[in-house]
């Protein structure tokens, strides 16, 4: 029986491995650029040519106790800006997720009637705030000590109101996608789509565009999966199942 196929769409590298590199790339500018201050007083290096730039990376910093840093998604042709976000934390998932359902991790309330946005929500409205052009997240990279997690932007729904939500996705499906607690995959592709039998060697990103969801289907490489490339976690019966795991350019 031939295995299913799952793609993922990814837009700043056709490896997923080489993500932090490119998301570390912009360091060395951020000494070489001149200062703006925002209308709260904020110094703001601009060199990705976006006010607020920097208040917005200290504030992700303090939201998820994490090194952040921002690109620019230059495949875009249209006049919006699409940015890339990295996050390095000095410490593992297990740790994040318990400070995540404590209410203190990525400024999310521990109850969501708390308050209406969550600081990370925030951050991203405050950066619109200072901009005329629309900003939205087309990726995210979180890594931790011992795994990364790659969450991209699929059509009609946006990370930004998401985040939340998948985050403590990943916190209920823990102990089933680490099978049983005895292995942490060291990638966490959120989300990939199922290939049907009538797209064959047309699939593309775009047509994902229905069907996809945060909360379906989820890639994943495991250390002790010499033979097998990777594995896809399916949300809706908690298991691990065997399928092919393919990098779809979302252009």
Known sequence: MEKPQ????FTTAPYAKFELTLLNELSWMQSNQNTNTNKEGNTSKDYLGINGIEYFKKSLEKYFFAEASVKLDTSKTDSKYHLII?????FGLTESLFHLNSGNWGGF????????????????ADLQD?????IIVE???IHFKDTSIFITKIPNQDITDQLCAILS???ENFVHFTRGLTEMPYEIFIPVFEETSEENSTISWAKAKIRTSYFSYWGMYF???VDQDSLVYDLKNKTIIDGDFFLLNKE
């Open 169 to 171: 996705s990943v916190s």
């Open 223 to 225: 250390h002790s999966e």
């Open 130 to 134: 200072e901009n005329q052009v629309e």
């Open 139 to 141: 990726e995210i990279a």
């Open 86 to 90: 990295g996050l390095n934390c000095n």
């Open 109 to 124: 309330c521990k109850n969501s009637t708390d308050l209406e946005y969550s600081g990370f929500e925030l951050a991203v």
């Open 6 to 9: 799952f793609f993922y769409g």
